[in-house]
């Protein structure tokens, strides 16, 4: 009995989605500062609170606070930009 063929498409698909997630979320952590992007980063994948954040660095809380919201702006209006791009690319 022959062997089943799958369809090696959907997962195919899921690997470029992936891949074009990844591009742009680089490209907006491009876009943003030493500053801003060492704060997201360590709140992402560190999981530390900004009051954490700002003993290490030895700067104020609120400098913290302000850096995120910078950096999480940036980045959504980032990202936004580049799906919307992505998604005209895959219309056309």
Do not use: Y
Not at 13 to 34: G, I, P, S
Not at 42 to 51: H, R, Y
């Amino acid at each position: 009995m022959p062997a089943a063929i799958s369809d090696p498409w959907p997962e195919l698909e899921e690997h470029l989605e992936e891949n074009e997630q990844r591009v742009a979320l680089l490209k907006a952590l491009d876009m943003l500062t030493n500053e801003e992007r060492e704060v997201l980063l360590l709140v992402a994948w560190e999981q530390l609170s900004p009051t954490a954040i700002a003993l290490m660095l030895d700067v104020p809380a609120s400098t913290v606070r302000n850096r995120l919201h910078r950096a999480r702006v940036c980045m959504r209006s980032g990202l936004e930009a580049d799906f919307k791009a992505l998604d005209q690319e895959k219309e056309n």
